[in-house]
């Protein structure tokens, strides 16, 4: 046992440099040990994500610490790159890489927001490219261009595979981005659109890491390069199980729902999120979340006790055996003097009529906002 161990230590995969190791899949140099023993039988020991990619032109997202992440990003100011800058349009906060502002130097920054297919036909894309513009510059970044797309469902990467080329002027490219936003979605996506390229590679040319870096070799001797996706914990993904994350996590094109509420009146989003209608006319709102995530009506006043009544049963997800590990819902007071969305990040949001004062829910550590109307 000892000695397999002391074996696997000194093995490193020839595609990547990663450390070869058998425990977590999610880790670089995960290699299950039949291919080990396969791969020290035919001298070519790969690793799985490197495997994949050179069989089936196909990655696996790995994890890193954030100190590896932070020593790949803090390169980049060093080279002269076009920064593709990969965001959930459904979580925006939850997309953010602090200090990217910095580590992207004087490198162009091209914003994507992936997810595209999740929003209804009537929400003018235009509005939301300069929301997620303006939010970008809230944490310190211009962009020099916006793009959404919807890499799982293929739309616009054709465009964006153009607006990068004129973009780049003759530089490499660099895709950013934190986990569940879509990045390596996306990059399979390019490498299916690129096909033709012969070989993959895959190097680590950062001193001092073992990364995993996947570098796409494009027309002019350039290279996209895919960097590991850094965990960002204030994720609804860090809050549920994979299970229950399937049913808050918007998976089709959201079909809206609109309620005519009253003043005093609360809406349950299972029991992951919750609304309050604390004052204004009686008013219509209409909630954009996963069209199976149930929702429920009640009144403001019993809204406590209905939630610790009912949460992990009537009001789920979270489901019951969760609700020890689930954070507690924190409340935040919106006035609004426009129509404005009230968005609860990763889930969706209610577009709600001017003139009215809200409160939202969302669990500790996730983050609640207001924007203008998108519709
Ligand atoms: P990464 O961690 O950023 O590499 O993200 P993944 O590519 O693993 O995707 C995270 C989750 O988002 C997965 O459940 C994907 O199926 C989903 N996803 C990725 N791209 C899209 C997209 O364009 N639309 C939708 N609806 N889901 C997507």
Not at 28 to 34: A, V
Not at 53 to 76: G, K, M, T, W
Request: glycine residues 6%; hydrophobic residues 35%; proline residues 6%.
């Amino acid at each position: 046992m000892t000695e397999e161990k002391n074996n696997l230590e000194d093995l490193r995969c020839i595609g990547c440099g990663a450390k070869i190791q058998t425990s977590d899949p999610k880790q670089p140099g995960y290699t299950p040990q039949s291919a080990i023993d396969k791969g020290l039988e035919n001298d070519e020991l790969y690793c799985q994500r490197c495997f994949r990619l050179r069989h089936y032109n196909e990655i696996a997202p790995v994890s890193l610490s954030d100190d590896d992440f932070l020593r790949l990003l803090s390169q980049i100011r060093n080279d002269d790159a076009l920064i593709v800058y990969v965001v959930d349009i459904f979580d925006f906060n939850g997309s953010i890489i602090p200090g990217l502002h910095r580590f992207v130097g004087s490198n162009p920054v091209l914003l994507v927001g992936n997810k595209e297919d999740l929003l209804p036909r009537s929400l003018r894309r235009s509005k939301l490219r300069d929301w997620l513009r303006q939010q970008a510059n809230l944490s310190g970044l211009r962009p020099i261009n916006t793009v959404l797309v919807s890499a799982k469902k293929n739309h616009q990467i054709d465009n964006l595979l153009e607006v990068i080329d004129k973009e780049r002027q003759g530089r490499d490219v660099y895709v950013v981005g934190v986990t569940n936003v879509g990045k390596s979605t996306l990059i399979n996506q390019i490498i299916k659109q690129r096909t033709g390229i012969k070989e993959l590679i895959t190097t680590s040319r950062f001193p001092g890491t073992t990364l995993d870096k996947i570098e796409i070799p494009l027309d002019d001797g350039h290279q996209l390069i895919d960097t590991p996706g850094i965990i960002h914990q204030h994720q609804m993904a860090h809050v549920l199980s994979a299970k229950d994350l399937k049913y808050v996590s918007p998976q089709k094109e959201i079909k809206p729902r609109t309620y005519q509420l009253e003043p005093e009146q609360t809406l349950f989003m299972g029991g992951v999120a919750r609304f309050d209608y604390v004052s204004g006319p009686r008013a219509g709102m209409v909630a954009y979340f996963d069209n199976n995530l149930p929702l429920h009506r009640t009144k403001l006043k019993n809204a406590d006790e209905f939630y610790k009544k009912h949460n992990g049963e009537l009001l789920n997800p979270p489901t019951k055996d969760e609700l020890a590990t689930f954070p507690p819902l924190e409340r935040q007071e919106f006035h609004l003097t426009e129509k404005s969305d009230v968005v609860f990040e990763g889930l969706g949001w209610i577009t709600v009529p001017a003139g009215t004062t809200v409160a939202a829910w969302v669990p500790k550590g996730i983050s609640s906002l207001v924007r203008r109307s998108m519709i």
